[in-house]
């Protein structure tokens, strides 16, 4: 004789499920301990919890084919699916409230999860009571397809809340269509996923390498779950990990325990991230880390400072790294005074927009008989190349230069200068450039140079200036090139 599903079946089918859920519930403490046995079902939880899941999707697929009229399926078989499917997900929640006692795991996304399938079992149990009674208003069709829809919502939502545990957020919205994404969230796009849109005053870690670790690590190695007691999630949780194996060796990725465990074939039992335990890291991930490794590790280089070789360029600009702009380049210098511009021209200084866009000027004064005058002093702010070459400028109108602090090129060469004006530009934070030639400068002259460690280029041919006050200068600014119109052998 079949076996059948009777309402008295389904009444104590509904009790025992409810006093076993309460006792499982207020029994089992997440933060408790339990024997190994029980831990050891417990790390199967994500095996298990595949079958409660198919059994109701199966009784939910029956349910709408009978309602289509596609196929006859007896109610009496969907009852029986919707038992196997009760009792299946009791021992699936047995299993993962063992698993949730190894720790780790997000406490608020944990309990989210924990009640879904609570919810999820409970209306497989009420379902089966309300199709097999002929209570006047418990039989109404309307319940029992709230109970359906509520069942699908908690699965639905319960399977991203696992998936976020163990994969991140987004896990299941990453290709899913446009209405779940409505509902479970938006995942970020591919250009958001990077903050590259101030490299000059964003770190390569919190820009690059922070949000890799987060998005692809932090599941196991985040603020609320560090597995193997490792944090990825903050400087200060890498910096003061203590561990067999260095982590981190700046410099040599090779001696690096973390560059060696994600260049692990993806099935070797010690690759990360772990197979099916989380986001796989991308080649061009993996590739971000070596370099951030290999260029020292640092947690302070920005991105507009840092060396990025041809391959890594061109991966930050597939996630929206524009041009990295550095120097002046990167201020947000006003723009002049199209006024005062027009006074100084007409009074013969050249003055030029320095590029299109730019608020940066070039200014040259050759042949002008004053070009500090009020109106030049006015624009201090955006002159950024100055050439006074073959001018009658002095010693004492140079002392303004230090009101300038913007330049990166200044051309002196062919003037009167001593050099003991020279003391105002030591304070230039930008200056590359910087041509004595042809004027009065020494050795004594040089001492104001030195502190300028932006300079590039030094011009100091038919000057004052001794084989020694250049030596004393190669050693102050060993990356500049001096010129003193002498070929070295």
Same mark, same amino acid.
């Given at each position: 004789m079949p076996l059948m599903i009777s309402n008295r079946f389904a009444k104590w089918n509904l009790i025992a499920i409810s006093v076993l859920l309460s006792v499982v519930y207020f029994g089992i403490e997440t933060a408790g301990q339990s024997p190994d046995l029980f831990r050891f079902f417990g790390r199967l939880h994500p095996i298990i919890v595949h079958f409660p899941i198919a059994v109701i999707v199966c009784a939910l697929i029956f349910v709408v084919l009978n309602k289509m009229r596609w196929v006859s399926?007896?109610?009496? #078989? #969907?009852?029986?699916?919707?038992? *196997?499917?009760? =009792?299946?997900?009791? $021992?699936?929640?047995? %299993?993962?409230? =063992?698993? +949730?006692?190894t720790g780790g795991y997000p406490a608020e996304t944990l309990f989210l999860h924990k009640v879904m399938g609570f919810g999820a079992t409970s209306l497989c149990a009420i379902l089966i009571y309300l199709r097999t009674s002929d209570h006047r208003i418990l039989s109404k069709p309307v319940l029992g397809r709230l109970c359906w829809a509520l069942m699908t919502i908690w699965l639905v939502v319960g399977g991203d809340l696992g998936g976020r545990m163990t994969h991140g957020k987004g896990f299941i919205t990453q290709y899913a269509p446009g209405f779940v994404v409505a509902v479970l969230g938006q995942p970020n796009p591919m250009k958001e996923r990077f903050d590259l849109s101030t490299p000059g005053t964003t770190t390569v870690f919190d820009g690059i390498i922070s949000p890799i670790f987060v998005e692809k690590c932090s599941s196991c190695h985040g603020g609320e779950r560090q597995e193997g007691k490792l944090g990825l999630h903050t400087m200060e949780a890498i910096s003061t990990h203590e561990g067999d194996e260095p982590l981190i060796v700046a410099g040599r990725p090779e001696e690096s325990l973390l560059i060696k465990r994600i260049s692990l074939p993806e099935g070797h039992e010690d690759h990360m991230p772990p197979l099916f335990n989380a986001k796989p890291l991308s080649f061009s991930d993996a590739e971000l880390i070596k370099w951030w490794v290999e260029e020292g590790a640092s947690f302070e280089t920005l991105i507009a400072d840092a060396n990025l070789p041809a391959d890594i360029y061109t991966i930050l600009q597939a996630y929206g &790294?524009?041009?990295?702009?550095?120097?002046?380049?990167?201020?947000?210098?006003? +723009?002049?005074?199209?006024?005062?511009? %027009?006074?100084?021209? %007409? $009074?013969? #200084? &050249?003055?030029d927009i320095l590029a299109e866009g730019e608020n940066l000027l070039s200014v040259t004064c050759k042949?002008?008989?004053?070009?500090?005058?009020? @109106?030049?002093d006015s624009l201090a702010q955006q002159v950024t190349w100055l050439d006074l070459r073959g001018s009658d400028v002095t010693d004492v109108a140079l002392t303004k230069l230090a009101s300038f602090p913007h330049l990166t090129r200044l051309n002196l060469s062919n003037t009167g200068i001593t050099g003991d004006s020279l003391a105002a530009i030591s304070s230039l934070a930008f200056l590359e450039y910087l041509n004595l030639y042809g004027t009065k400068v020494s050795d004594a002259s040089i001492q104001h140079i030195t502190p300028i460690k932006t300079l590039t280029a030094i011009y100091? =041919?038919?000057?004052?200036?001794?084989?020694?006050?250049?030596? *004393?200068? $190669? +050693?102050?600014?060993? @990356?500049?090139?001096?010129?003193?119109?002498?070929?070295?052998?």
């Open positions: 399926i007896p109610d009496n #078989v #969907v009852n029986i699916t919707l038992v *196997l499917g009760s =009792w299946s997900g009791v $021992k699936a929640i047995l %299993a993962g409230l =063992w698993l +949730a006692q &790294l524009g041009e990295i702009r550095t120097g002046v380049f990167a201020l947000d210098i006003p +723009a002049p005074d199209s006024t005062l511009i %027009a006074n100084l021209r %007409a $009074k013969g #200084v &050249l003055i042949g002008v008989a004053s070009c500090f005058t009020a @109106e030049l100091l =041919w038919q000057t004052a200036v001794t084989p020694e006050g250049v030596a *004393l200068l $190669k +050693a102050a600014l060993p @990356e500049a090139e001096i010129d003193t119109g002498v070929l070295e052998n």
